[in-house]
Protein backbone atom coordinates (compact mmCIF):
# COMPACT_ATOMS: atom_id res chain seq x y z
CA UNK A 1 0.00 0.00 0.00
CA UNK A 2 1.06 3.51 -0.67
CA UNK A 3 2.68 5.63 1.88
CA UNK A 4 1.65 8.89 3.19
CA UNK A 5 2.60 12.05 4.29
CA UNK A 6 1.00 14.19 7.22
CA UNK A 7 1.67 17.40 9.28
CA UNK A 8 2.31 16.57 13.02
CA UNK A 9 0.32 18.91 14.05
CA UNK A 10 -2.50 21.14 13.55
CA UNK A 11 -4.40 23.98 15.47
CA UNK A 12 -7.68 25.22 14.88
CA UNK A 13 -10.49 27.60 16.47
CA UNK A 14 -13.56 26.17 17.87
CA UNK A 15 -16.31 26.54 15.30
CA UNK A 16 -14.46 27.08 12.14
CA UNK A 17 -13.61 24.57 9.63
CA UNK A 18 -10.47 22.31 9.92
CA UNK A 19 -8.84 21.46 6.68
CA UNK A 20 -6.40 18.43 7.35
CA UNK A 21 -4.01 17.65 4.19
CA UNK A 22 -2.39 14.21 3.23
CA UNK A 23 -0.15 13.43 0.51
CA UNK A 24 -0.26 10.41 -1.40
CA UNK A 25 2.15 11.02 -4.45
CA UNK A 26 2.57 6.81 -5.59
CA UNK A 27 -1.21 6.09 -4.68
CA UNK A 28 -1.86 3.60 -7.38
CA UNK A 29 -5.01 3.20 -9.16
CA UNK A 30 -7.24 1.11 -7.34
CA UNK A 31 -6.41 2.72 -3.70
CA UNK A 32 -8.61 4.25 -1.35
CA UNK A 33 -7.95 6.87 0.84
CA UNK A 34 -9.73 6.01 3.88
CA UNK A 35 -9.37 8.49 7.01
CA UNK A 36 -9.50 7.77 10.99
CA UNK A 37 -9.32 9.49 13.92
CA UNK A 38 -8.06 8.69 17.54
CA UNK A 39 -9.33 10.18 20.76
CA UNK A 40 -6.68 10.37 23.74
CA UNK A 41 -6.84 6.65 25.22
CA UNK A 42 -9.93 5.50 22.87
CA UNK A 43 -9.36 3.19 19.67
CA UNK A 44 -9.51 4.65 16.75
CA UNK A 45 -12.61 5.39 14.73
CA UNK A 46 -13.52 5.46 11.21
CA UNK A 47 -14.75 9.18 9.34
CA UNK A 48 -14.65 8.71 5.76
CA UNK A 49 -12.92 7.07 2.46
CA UNK A 50 -12.99 7.68 -1.12
CA UNK A 51 -11.39 6.94 -4.71
CA UNK A 52 -11.27 9.96 -6.88
CA UNK A 53 -14.63 12.04 -6.29
CA UNK A 54 -15.15 13.84 -3.18
CA UNK A 55 -17.36 12.63 -0.04
CA UNK A 56 -19.13 13.80 2.31
CA UNK A 57 -21.10 12.41 5.08
CA UNK A 58 -22.24 13.16 9.09
CA UNK A 59 -18.63 13.79 10.13
CA UNK A 60 -16.65 15.22 7.12
CA UNK A 61 -15.62 15.75 3.91
CA UNK A 62 -13.01 14.25 2.09
CA UNK A 63 -11.47 16.42 -1.56
CA UNK A 64 -9.46 14.28 -3.42
CA UNK A 65 -7.07 16.18 -6.52
CA UNK A 66 -8.32 14.98 -9.63
CA UNK A 67 -4.37 13.56 -10.06
CA UNK A 68 -5.07 11.23 -6.69
CA UNK A 69 -1.75 12.52 -5.03
CA UNK A 70 -3.45 14.47 -2.25
CA UNK A 71 -6.14 14.99 -0.24
CA UNK A 72 -8.19 17.10 2.24
CA UNK A 73 -10.37 16.43 5.22
CA UNK A 74 -12.54 18.86 6.17
CA UNK A 75 -14.61 18.78 9.35
CA UNK A 76 -16.66 21.71 8.23
CA UNK A 77 -17.33 23.00 12.08
CA UNK A 78 -14.76 22.07 14.58
CA UNK A 79 -15.70 21.45 18.24
CA UNK A 80 -13.54 20.78 21.10
CA UNK A 81 -14.42 17.18 21.00
CA UNK A 82 -12.71 16.87 17.16
CA UNK A 83 -9.29 17.08 19.19
CA UNK A 84 -8.22 14.03 18.08
CA UNK A 85 -5.08 12.31 16.36
CA UNK A 86 -6.01 11.45 12.42
CA UNK A 87 -4.90 9.64 10.37
CA UNK A 88 -4.63 9.13 6.07
CA UNK A 89 -4.45 6.28 4.94
CA UNK A 90 -4.00 4.60 1.75
CA UNK A 91 -4.78 0.78 0.93
CA UNK A 92 -6.81 -1.37 -1.52
CA UNK A 93 -10.05 -1.56 -0.85
CA UNK A 94 -11.44 -5.28 -1.07
CA UNK A 95 -8.01 -6.46 -1.37
CA UNK A 96 -6.65 -10.30 -0.61
CA UNK A 97 -4.74 -9.18 2.11
CA UNK A 98 -7.17 -9.35 4.22
CA UNK A 99 -7.94 -5.60 5.39
CA UNK A 100 -4.94 -4.91 7.10
CA UNK A 101 -4.27 -0.98 7.83
CA UNK A 102 -0.62 0.34 8.25
CA UNK A 103 -0.85 3.51 9.98
CA UNK A 104 1.46 6.26 10.54
CA UNK A 105 2.08 8.79 12.71
CA UNK A 106 -0.89 10.90 12.38
CA UNK A 107 -1.93 14.85 12.55
CA UNK A 108 -2.63 16.02 15.72
CA UNK A 109 -5.35 17.84 15.79
CA UNK A 110 -5.61 20.73 18.15
CA UNK A 111 -9.16 22.56 18.46
CA UNK A 112 -8.51 25.42 20.67
CA UNK A 113 -11.81 27.89 22.23
CA UNK B 1 -22.12 -1.71 12.86
CA UNK B 2 -19.81 -3.94 14.83
CA UNK B 3 -19.35 -3.26 18.75
CA UNK B 4 -15.75 -4.72 19.96
CA UNK B 5 -15.95 -6.10 23.46
CA UNK B 6 -12.30 -5.63 25.14
CA UNK B 7 -11.37 -6.76 28.66
CA UNK B 8 -9.74 -5.19 31.18
CA UNK B 9 -9.68 -1.67 30.29
CA UNK B 10 -6.36 -1.15 32.60
CA UNK B 11 -3.44 -3.78 33.64
CA UNK B 12 -0.52 -4.19 35.73
CA UNK B 13 1.51 -6.94 35.33
CA UNK B 14 5.21 -7.73 36.94
CA UNK B 15 7.47 -8.67 34.05
CA UNK B 16 8.03 -12.46 34.11
CA UNK B 17 4.08 -13.08 34.57
CA UNK B 18 1.64 -14.00 31.94
CA UNK B 19 -0.85 -12.29 29.96
CA UNK B 20 -4.28 -13.10 28.55
CA UNK B 21 -6.21 -10.21 26.43
CA UNK B 22 -9.88 -11.56 25.56
CA UNK B 23 -11.85 -9.31 22.75
CA UNK B 24 -15.18 -10.67 21.47
CA UNK B 25 -17.03 -8.83 18.38
CA UNK B 26 -20.42 -8.47 18.25
CA UNK B 27 -23.20 -7.84 15.04
CA UNK B 28 -21.55 -9.70 12.68
CA UNK B 29 -20.09 -13.30 11.20
CA UNK B 30 -16.74 -14.43 10.30
CA UNK B 31 -15.28 -11.18 11.07
CA UNK B 32 -11.40 -10.45 9.77
CA UNK B 33 -10.02 -9.90 13.55
CA UNK B 34 -7.02 -8.04 14.48
CA UNK B 35 -4.72 -7.22 17.53
CA UNK B 36 -2.62 -3.93 17.39
CA UNK B 37 -0.49 -2.17 19.88
CA UNK B 38 0.50 1.28 20.90
CA UNK B 39 3.39 2.54 22.23
CA UNK B 40 3.36 6.03 24.38
CA UNK B 41 3.70 8.35 21.99
CA UNK B 42 3.44 6.20 19.19
CA UNK B 43 1.47 5.39 16.15
CA UNK B 44 -0.57 1.80 15.90
CA UNK B 45 1.66 -1.17 15.38
CA UNK B 46 -0.58 -4.64 13.42
CA UNK B 47 0.59 -7.41 15.44
CA UNK B 48 -1.98 -10.16 14.59
CA UNK B 49 -4.86 -10.88 12.27
CA UNK B 50 -7.14 -13.58 11.87
CA UNK B 51 -9.47 -14.28 8.86
CA UNK B 52 -11.00 -17.08 10.52
CA UNK B 53 -10.86 -20.17 13.27
CA UNK B 54 -7.76 -21.48 14.48
CA UNK B 55 -5.66 -19.17 11.44
CA UNK B 56 -3.31 -16.74 13.02
CA UNK B 57 -0.94 -14.57 11.35
CA UNK B 58 1.96 -12.73 12.61
CA UNK B 59 2.99 -9.45 11.24
CA UNK B 60 6.28 -8.76 13.99
CA UNK B 61 8.57 -11.36 15.99
CA UNK B 62 7.56 -10.74 19.37
CA UNK B 63 7.08 -12.12 22.66
CA UNK B 64 3.59 -12.47 22.37
CA UNK B 65 0.69 -14.74 20.90
CA UNK B 66 -2.67 -14.71 19.51
CA UNK B 67 -5.13 -17.52 19.23
CA UNK B 68 -9.00 -17.72 17.88
CA UNK B 69 -10.90 -20.74 19.25
CA UNK B 70 -14.57 -19.05 18.09
CA UNK B 71 -15.06 -17.04 15.16
CA UNK B 72 -16.12 -14.31 17.04
CA UNK B 73 -13.36 -14.41 19.74
CA UNK B 74 -9.56 -13.10 19.56
CA UNK B 75 -6.91 -13.67 22.70
CA UNK B 76 -3.93 -12.57 22.89
CA UNK B 77 -1.11 -14.24 25.27
CA UNK B 78 2.26 -14.07 26.42
CA UNK B 79 3.75 -16.88 28.53
CA UNK B 80 6.34 -14.11 30.41
CA UNK B 81 5.74 -10.44 29.95
CA UNK B 82 8.73 -8.16 28.98
CA UNK B 83 9.24 -4.39 30.40
CA UNK B 84 8.77 -3.70 26.77
CA UNK B 85 5.29 -5.04 26.28
CA UNK B 86 3.90 -2.12 27.93
CA UNK B 87 1.74 -0.21 25.87
CA UNK B 88 -2.31 0.49 24.66
CA UNK B 89 -3.58 -2.94 22.82
CA UNK B 90 -6.23 -2.63 20.44
CA UNK B 91 -8.62 -5.23 19.33
CA UNK B 92 -10.05 -4.37 15.70
CA UNK B 93 -12.76 -6.16 13.04
CA UNK B 94 -13.59 -6.16 9.89
CA UNK B 95 -16.60 -7.42 7.80
CA UNK B 96 -15.65 -9.82 4.78
CA UNK B 97 -15.53 -6.64 2.50
CA UNK B 98 -12.70 -5.19 4.58
CA UNK B 99 -14.38 -1.73 4.32
CA UNK B 100 -13.76 -0.18 7.65
CA UNK B 101 -12.40 -1.32 11.02
CA UNK B 102 -14.11 -1.19 13.54
CA UNK B 103 -11.92 -1.05 17.43
CA UNK B 104 -12.45 -1.48 20.94
CA UNK B 105 -11.70 0.61 23.75
CA UNK B 106 -8.34 -0.77 24.36
CA UNK B 107 -6.50 -2.46 27.38
CA UNK B 108 -3.35 0.01 28.84
CA UNK B 109 -0.81 -2.58 29.89
CA UNK B 110 1.64 -1.66 32.40
CA UNK B 111 4.65 -3.92 32.72
CA UNK B 112 6.42 -3.58 36.12
Known amino acids: DAKTTQPPSMDCAEGRAANLPCNHS???????VYWYRQIHSQGPQYIIHGLKNNETNEMASLIITEDRKSSTLILPHATLRDTAVYYCIVRVYRSSNTGKLIFGQGTTLQVKP | SQTIHQWPATLVQPVGSPLSLECTVEGTSNPNLYWYRQAAGRGLQLLFY??????ISSEVPQNLSASRPQDRQFILSSKKLLLSDSGFYLCASSGATNEKLFFGSGTQLSVL
Open chain 1, 26 to 32: TISGNEY
Open chain 2, 50 to 55: SVGIGQ
